[in-house]
């Protein structure tokens, strides 16, 4: 499996970016997919994550109300909606699978299958 990430870029505070995880290979099926950041100088932290089974969705608290993950079944897509973007959401965001069905989704030792990160810049 090999997840490819995009949609980062630069934005104001308060505007919205989609960030696309796009699933390819064999056995592109998983457990659950994650999105998980890295700000400079900061360790690697949970944003969101989804079963690709279920559709259960587990959400950052911090971030609830601003994050919606989704998925798109038939194009092998996970996606991650973020509106009123402030500064503090700078950050390289990556996207990773995890095949384990017992894993802890917002732990990210648990995922096995890492895509390349996509760089969110919130400035003004």
């Known amino acids: 499996v090999q997840l490819q990430a995009s949609g980062g870029g630069l934005v104001q505070p308060g505007g919205s970016l989609r960030l696309s995880c796009a699933r390819s290979g064999r056995n592109v099926r998983g457990y659950a997919l994650g999105w998980f950041r890295q700000a400079p100088g900061k360790g690697r932290e949970f944003v969101s994550a989804?079963?690709?089974?279920?559709?259960?969705?587990f959400n950052s608290d911090s971030l609830k109300g601003r994050f919606t993950i989704s998925k798109d079944n038939a194009k092998n897509t996970v996606y991650l909606q973020m509106n009123m973007l402030k500064p503090e959401d700078t950050a390289v965001y990556y996207c990773?699978?995890?095949?384990?069905?017992?894993?802890?989704?917002?732990?990210?030792?648990?995922?096995?299958?890492w895509g390349q990160g996509t760089r969110v810049t919130v400035s003004s």
């Open positions: 990773a699978v995890t095949s384990n069905p017992d894993a802890n989704p917002t732990d990210f030792a648990e995922y096995d299958i």
């Open positions: 989804i079963s690709l089974t279920t559709g259960y969705k």
